[in-house]
């Protein structure tokens, strides 16, 4: 019997998108994780402006305008951005949406107070660049934000076996994840810091039972659940207090 059929970015709702699997999931502990961060560092969402990269659907994006940030949203995929700007039109949020990878960004310099970047630096082969466009779009004193994925045996099976290789549970397609691309914190705080951001925080997060993400998936793979329902089965929890063995946030300020 034939597997699921899994795509990115698809208007399908036959198709497995991995992506939005993780967005959804994601989108508790990112929008605690802002709120917390922002408010620690004394900035209101009022006249705040934020970029997003890596928006996807705007899931992200739409939860952070829904606090009172202006936010700007940028994404690779032209088939997210427009299921992205349909949302936020529906929902009556002032987002701009725009497609852009995280590689070539064009939207001037130092015009934001915060840049969000979401399934980036785990996905792309040219992180200094990246994280060099990144710097160059924050105001001084602007904070970048993130989430992604450490290089630990743990993270490998996650997301190069469970999550990429694994017949029973893949819900992304073959290579989008690397074990080269995965990013310890060490490295990555290393490339931040060439380019004038300097980090301030880690905070790892987890499921509270690793053992209800892989029933999702198996559940999610064969139909039996949508994206929407996944969330509550999961219950994904920050964990400041503990070495991050997947996954983990943090932020930096530019210098």
Known sequence: MPGPHIELDSR??????????????????????????????????????VLVVGSGRGLLAHGLAGLGFDVVAVDPSATATAMAQESAERERLAVVHKTASAEELDLGDAVFDVAYYADTFEITARLDRVVELAAGVLRPGGVLMYDTVNRTPLSRLVYLGAFQGIPMTRIMPPGRYTAKRLRPPAELIEVLGRHGLRNEDICGFKPKDPRSLLKAARARRRGEITDEEIPPMVDFALTPDEHPLVTYLGYARKV
């Not at 508790?28 to 209101?44: C, H, K, N, P, Q």
């Open 12 to 49: 399908s709702p036959e198709a497995v998108d991995g992506r939005q699997i993780r967005a959804v999931v994601f989108q508790d502990v990112r929008i605690e994780y802002v709120r917390r961060t922002l408010e620690s560092l004394g900035l209101a969402a009022a006249g705040c402006r």
